[in-house]
T-cell receptor, first 111, second 115 residues
């Protein structure tokens, strides 16, 4: 699975959009981009995933660049409850893909 | 729709004992995976079960074992507990077997402390 690079921390004001970047320059054509988050003392929470098209669900939007070398997770209206560590992962299709988390981005949402 | 349920949430054991952790997946999900999470090693894959069969196994000693029942519920057993087994044990379920396009949905874990 391709490696990912994320900034270690970010701040966002409550009510504003949080844009979390992820670099995956070695991604291959059949690898999906996944985003999870983990709030302290809870299990990881699946947010969204995509292959090459932009995706949106009730939680967030995922924007993948045309060359697929990077992506951005967008939380449209961040709240204090969105304060968490966000993990960007790349998983290969057709295999038993076991999740591993890097260091992620610690998002702090403030008043 | 109920999420993944893990019991118990907290457990304290002593070295040499054994422990069984339980996981009930999201209704309709047939794949259950187990992970160990520690501050030092991060998230590590233990094994995956699908249709009562172990499909994949991580690099853990044979003291770690699991099983899945016909209703997709799963149990994980750790025998001869060691201090280093202290961790958050997470269960994740997915609709089908892991294939890279299956989101895994996690429970809140069982925090195991070994004294």
């Amino acid at each position: 699975d391709a490696k990912t690079t994320q900034p270690p921390s970010m701040d966002c004001a409550e009510g504003r959009a949080a844009n979390l970047p992820c670099n995956h320059s070695t991604i291959s054509g059949n690898e999906y981009v996944y985003w999870y988050r983990q709030i302290h003392s809870q299990g990881p929470q699946y947010i969204i995933h995509g292959l090459k098209n932009n995706e949106t669900n009730e939680m967030a939007s995922l924007i993948i660049t045309e060359d697929r070398k990077s992506s951005t997770l967008i939380l449209p209206h961040a709240t204090l409850r969105d304060t968490a560590v966000y993990y960007c992962i790349v998983l290969l299709t057709g295999t038993a893909s076991k999740l591993t988390f890097g260091t992620g981005t610690r998002l702090q949402v403030t008043l | 729709k109920a999420g993944v349920t893990q019991t118990p949430r907290y457990l304290i054991k002593t070295r040499g004992q054994q422990v069984t952790l339980s996981c009930s997946p999201i209704s309709g999900h047939r794949s259950v995976s187990w992970y160990q999470q520690t501050p030092g090693q991060g998230l590590q894959f233990l094994f995956e079960y699908f249709s009562e069969t172990q499909r994949n196994k991580g690099n853990f000693p044979g003291r770690f074992s699991g099983r899945q029942f016909s209703n997709s519920r799963s149990e994980m057993n750790v025998s001869t507990l060691e201090l280093g087994d202290s961790a958050l044990y997470l269960c994740a379920s997915s609709l089908f077997a892991l294939d890279g396009n299956q989101p895994q949905h996690f429970g809140d874990g069982t925090r195991l402390s070994i004294l």
